[in-house]
């Protein structure tokens, strides 16, 4: 038989009722470890990994810059190049992989 427990949560640090019936859907479900943050904070990360993934938005990226070895143009691209590849602007690497 499940008990309600008070867990502590890893991210805002407040304290939060895992229920009995939340850990019955936890055996159900085969999870074996007890959740690590508040329902609030869960909800948080879920909506952040929505907008970019993972919990780092793609506007946290950093981004670097590069001549594109078929059209010279400048681009931005989310990797530091190396001179010992090619690198492509957003067309041409479209237009090489047959986007």
């Not at 640090?13 to 470890?33: C, H, L, P, T, W």
């Not at 907008?51 to 931005?76: L, P």
Request: glycine share 8%; aromatic share 12%; net charge positive.
């Amino acid at each position: 038989m499940y008990q309600d427990k008070t867990l502590n949560c890893k991210d805002c640090g407040r304290d939060f009722i895992f229920s009995a019936s939340e850990q019955e859907f936890y055996a159900e479900k085969g999870f074996e470890n007890e959740p690590a943050r508040c329902p609030e904070c869960r909800a948080a990360r879920k909506a952040s990994s929505r907008r970019g993934g993972r919990g780092f938005g793609r506007q946290d990226r950093q981004m670097y810059e590069a001549v594109c070895a078929e059209c010279g143009q400048t681009a931005q691209v989310p990797f530091k190049p190396t001179n010992d590849r090619p690198v492509y602007c957003k067309d041409c690497y479209a237009k090489k992989n047959n986007y």
